[in-house]
């Protein structure tokens, strides 16, 4: 069944990505459908992992589109370079010919996605950053699949409808047509158990000791009041990093309460000082 | 197909659309539904757009497609306020045997589900409403069991404290985190306050100006000149004075401090003054009121453009509004009251709003509140709030 479902270009994950079945049959279903997903949850759950993940497990070259908050969404198309093309005129020392703007056009991160000569995975990472118009001018180019180049008066069509993949870290909800046009999945963050799966696809050969011990600290350090950001996946990865590359380290620590590398799971100085206090007042008693 | 699904979503407060509803058939139609979950996946991914509505969704999916039942809100709110009782019986059994008007040691016969069974079959025998009054279960009486109620040692059973004076909150909500009105988080706080700028133009000269360019180019007889213009920044000046002091502000101190670190980093002219309950002669630069005070009359010298958002709950007693010298530090008494201070600084920056942590709904229920927003326009701390805040800042 799987090998049937791999052949057909179905997703059923990656390397180094832990794939639950529910997400697996969302991404299915997004696809043969061919709308975009829209994917929310906190951060460090692996909303930009999943993209790479599809990317490796389908053989598509991702192409990602990062969004800042002062971008239009023409900057996500196309660009008209007309410096160079004004340069050129002048000197005439190219090889482009000035008298087609074609060749003055480049190509931005969706038109890429359209002009591949494949099928492709677009990201488009952290969609929450750009204003609304912003989102909703872009839904429409890819629903339409197709947008316009106004300065040569053409039209680029998608040569193959990429798969699309849209991050969103808001807690603010996005406006109505984006919403009705994609299809929507909520990361919750993982379970201890399903972070042990994820921990040893990162960890291959880790020591149970130091996963079970890292983990269930993890999981307190979370639970701790008042902090802003709490440590995340990411974090806990990088953390269990930062422990077996130290050769003082020895897990029983852990159970003791010493907590190393603090400053790799909390990255505000505010949190850092809430989670240090706890920590050192858990020792004592 | 499914109709009758598509409809309870509705009904029970999913906006589930028509066109996602067809798009769920369109999966339907092409087979790649083969199962119940897989058709529960799809369809919440299809239909529901919002976690927050992800735990409505899994009830209605479970009443009907395994027949469990569907807890409508009547029920639900009793179930709670049973359950309340029930906590509050283990804690107090007299006072709440009292307040049903039933014998303790009878109703110590009963098992815990016994119990709530006997208390939720008390409240659905109430027919119609009961405001008021002190014996038995209803809104707003004294009795010490109920809603909103005021009773010095009473229980809340679900809704919020008038009086702030209740012993214990009993109900829990789950997906609060999701909901719209809920806290703010950094995020939510820049997504509302992203539309506060005032675009001018500062730093190096290094965006190309098209237009002037090819203008100059042509003036030169073909030369090229290229133009640079200086990029646009923000520097929109803005003034956030928090009411940081007295017990009155202090369940709101998060959601302030959330604000405040999002505004510091996001503006640069930003000020930041403190005064507690009103402003009198001075807004202080130190969240401790004592070391730097700024006069509020030097306000007047600075450039009317700028945004004065105030913070606070605007509850106090209303003399300290009102009188010559309500003030209730005695160094602070000019002979001008609060208001008359309040109104100076609303005229001196016509672009302002006040943001009150207390909700809304709240409001007419404390006199300042009314007082004081005749003369800022008022806002509810919450994401819409701040929206509409910024809408207000931002007017011409």
């Known amino acids: ?285 | 197909m499914f109709v009758d699904f598509f409809y309870k979503l509705r009904e029970v407060g999913i906006p589930a659309t028509p066109t996602a509803f067809l798009t769920l058939h369109r999966a339907l139609q092409k087979g790649l539904i083969m199962s119940l979950s897989d058709f529960y996946t799809a369809a919440r991914s299809i239909l529901v757009k919002s976690e927050r509505h992800f735990d409505l969704f899994d009830q209605v999916f479970a009443h009907f497609f395994e027949g469990a039942e569907l807890p409508d809100a009547e029920g639900f709110e009793l179930d709670e306020i049973a359950k309340a009782l029930l906590d509050q019986w283990l804690a107090d059994p007299q006072t709440v045997a009292d307040a049903l008007g039933e014998d303790m040691a009878e109703l110590q016969k009963l098992s815990p589900e016994e119990l709530i069974e006997y208390f939720k079959q008390r409240l659905r025998e109430q027919t119609e409403r009961h405001d008021g009054g002190n014996r038995w279960i209803g809104t707003g009486g004294t009795s010490p069991v109920g809603h909103s109620g005021y009773h010095p040692g009473g229980l809340r059973v679900g809704g919020e404290s008038r009086n702030k004076s209740a012993v214990k909150v009993a109900n829990e909500r789950r997906y609060k985190d999701y909901s719209k009105t809920g806290l703010l988080s950094q995020s939510s706080i820049g997504e509302a306050l992203k539309r506060l700028r005032n675009m001018v133009p500062t730093g190096p000269k290094d965006q190309l100006n098209i237009r002037e360019s090819i203008y100059r180019t042509m003036k030169n007889a073909g030369e090229i000149e290229i133009v640079f213009d200086r990029r646009l920044k923000d520097r929109l000046k803005v003034i956030l004075a928090i009411d940081n002091g007295g017990y009155s502000m202090d369940p709101y101190i998060p959601v302030v401090q959330t604000l405040f670190n999002y505004a510091r980093s996001q503006f640069k002219e930003l000020k930041t003054y403190f005064f507690h309950n009103t402003i009198y002669d001075t807004l202080w630069e130190d969240p401790a009121r004592f070391r730097k005070p700024k006069p509020v009359m030097e306000f007047g010298r600075m450039d009317p453009e700028t945004r004065l958002i105030i913070v606070g709950d605007a509850s106090m007693a209303p003399y300290e509004l009102m009188a010559m010298d309500g003030s209730i530090y005695v160094h602070e008494r000019s002979g001008r009251a609060s208001i008359e201070q309040l109104r100076f600084l609303a005229e001196t920056f016509p672009h302002n709003a006040w943001l009150n942590p207390v909700p809304a709904r709240m409001w007419p229920y404390t006199r300042t509140i009314n007082i004081i927003r005749q003369i800022f326009p008022m806002f509810e701390l919450t994401i819409d709030g701040l929206e509409q805040a910024v809408d207000q800042l931002m007017a011409a």
């Open chain 1, 1 to 285: 069944m799987t090998e049937s479902r791999e052949k057909q270009g179905y997703f059923t994950g990656a390397k180094r990505y832990v794939l639950d079945d529910e997400l697996a049959r969302i991404v299915n279903i997004s696809m043969s459908l061919e709308m975009p997903l829209l994917l929310k949850g906190e951060p460090g759950t692996g909303k930009t992992m999943l993209a790479h993940a599809i990317a490796e497990n389908l053989g598509m070259p991702l192409i990602v589109l990062n969004v800042k908050s002062n971008m239009k969404l023409i900057d996500a198309l196309y660009q008209y370079d007309t410096l160079t093309r004004l340069n050129d005129s002048r000197f005439g020392d190219s090889t482009r010919d000035v008298s087609r703007i074609e060749d003055y056009i480049k190509m931005g991160k969706i038109g890429q996605a359209f002009t591949a000569d494949q099928r492709t995975v677009l990201l488009i990472d952290e969609i929450d950053k750009a204003d609304t118009d912003f989102q909703d001018d872009m839904l429409d180019v890819l629903d339409q699949m197709e947008f316009d180049i106004i300065e040569i008066d053409k039209t680029v069509r998608a040569k193959y409808r990429p798969v699309i993949v849209i991050t969103s870290n808001a807690k603010k909800d996005l406006s109505d047509p984006f919403l009705g046009r994609c299809n929507f999945h909520h990361i919750a963050f993982p379970d201890p158990q399903m972070m042990r799966k994820i921990i040893s696809v990162h960890f291959p050969d880790i020591d149970t000791e130091i996963m079970n011990n890292a983990i269930d600290t993890f999981y307190q350090l979370r639970e701790l009041d008042m902090v802003e950001k709490k440590p995340a996946t990411r974090e806990l990865i990088n953390w269990i990093r930062a422990l077996s590359m130290d050769p003082d380290f020895k897990p029983k620590q852990l159970a003791k309460g010493e907590i190393p590398y603090l400053g790799v799971l909390f990255k505000k100085s505010q949190d850092y000082t809430i989670a240090a206090n706890q920590v050192q007042r858990k020792r004592r008693f």
